[in-house]
């Protein structure tokens, strides 16, 4: 890792990993000193043929001890920075700013017997950090992750979700994980079809997954385009539950996706 400034450091991609044609994910090495709370995001730098450069915010995926950050992106036909990362190959350099950022962390909440993680899209990524925290698995009865996407092959981290129930570290809490995937345009195995605030108003997601979603012991974040946050918001609203602030915790917390 190299010094280029008091605010950002450079590092080298590690691993790149190709879900779909659009989706990628992407591991780059972490400075020692870098912290995060599971939940945050990075801010990373890619430099243009013109020599300047672009920044974006990006969910980090990892583990807090992992020693490297893993990031999943989405390439957007012409977007300046992820027309750059398509290129990107193991052992380039990209830029990371030296601090994490964000308010998705599971410390939003003060009580609440199950988490509730409803995301869309690239909107999985902070879920993955925050399911691979010892604390998460400690405060929570029930963790619930709901998935949606357009199309099965968009489903990415299937299989690590699953296993995630067998880390030792919580391995004997592994039941806990209720992992619900949505599709919108597709049907597949136990996929629920349609779109997150459509099957929470008609209970759908209660009904598949078997736990009531109330105020009194849910918690819920929420991560994906910003209309999703918003229509997500608006159907937990009229399930009796608020936005969760600093100075009056309460049930939701959200990020939008861009
Ligand atoms: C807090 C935060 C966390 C983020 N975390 C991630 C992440 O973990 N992974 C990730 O891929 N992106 C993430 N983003 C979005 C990311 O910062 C960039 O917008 C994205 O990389 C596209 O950059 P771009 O320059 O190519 O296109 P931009 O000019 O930034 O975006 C062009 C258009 O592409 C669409 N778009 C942008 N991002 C997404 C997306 N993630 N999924 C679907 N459509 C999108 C929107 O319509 C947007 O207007 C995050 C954004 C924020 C604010
Ligand atoms: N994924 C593709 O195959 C594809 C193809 C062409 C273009 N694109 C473009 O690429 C960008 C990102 O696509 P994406 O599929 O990754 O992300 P996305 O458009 O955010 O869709 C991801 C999932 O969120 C759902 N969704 C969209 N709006 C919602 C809302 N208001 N409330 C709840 N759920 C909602 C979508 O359902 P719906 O399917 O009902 O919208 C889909 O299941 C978009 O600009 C899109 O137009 C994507």
């Known amino acids: 890792m190299m ?23 992407f591991r780059i090495a972490r400075d020692a000193a870098y912290r995060f709370v599971p939940g945050q995001f990075a801010r990373l730098g890619l430099r243009k043929p013109n020599g300047s ?9 990892s583990a807090s001890w992992d020693d490297h950050l893993e990031f999943y992106s989405i ?8 027309s750059l990362l398509n290129s990107v190959a193991t052992g380039d350099e990209i830029l990371i700013e030296r601090q994490a950022y964000g308010f998705l962390t599971t410390n939003r909440f003060t009580d609440g017997r199950d ?9 999985l990524a902070p879920f993955l950090s925050i399911l691979q925290d010892e604390e998460t ?20 981290y299937r299989e690590e979700i699953v ?24 049907t597949h195995g136990d996929a629920l079809r349609g779109r997150i605030p459509a099957l929470l108003a008609s209970q759908a ?11 009194e012991h849910s918690r819920v974040m929420v991560c ?19 936005l969760s602030r600093l100075s009056a915790p309460a049930q939701i917390a959200v990020e939008n996706g861009w």
Do not use: N
Request: hydrophobic share 45%; aromatic share 8%; charged share 25%.
């Open 205 to 215: 997601l209660e009904e598949r997954t078997g736990i009531a979603l109330t105020p």
């Open 115 to 123: 988490l509730w993680m409803l995301a869309t899209g690239t909107g």
């Open 163 to 186: 296993a995630l129930r067998k880390h030792p570290l919580w391995a004997e809490h592994g039941e806990r994980l209720i992992y619900q995937p949505v599709l919108s345009r597709d």
């Open 224 to 242: 994906g385009s910003p209309a999703m946050v918003e229509d997500t918001h608006r159907a937990l609203i009229a399930k009796g539950c608020r």
């Open 137 to 156: 698995w400690r405060r929570f009865e029930r963790l619930i992750l709901v998935h949606g996407v357009r199309e099965t092959a968009e489903l990415a």
């Open 75 to 82: 390439i957007v036909p012409g977007g300046q920075f992820t």
């Open 53 to 61: 450069l672009v920044w974006r915010a990006y969910s980090i995926v």
């Open 3 to 25: 010094l280029l400034d008091d605010k950002a450091t450079t590092a080298r991609v590690l691993w790149k990993r190709q879900w779909t044609p659009k989706l990628l994910s």
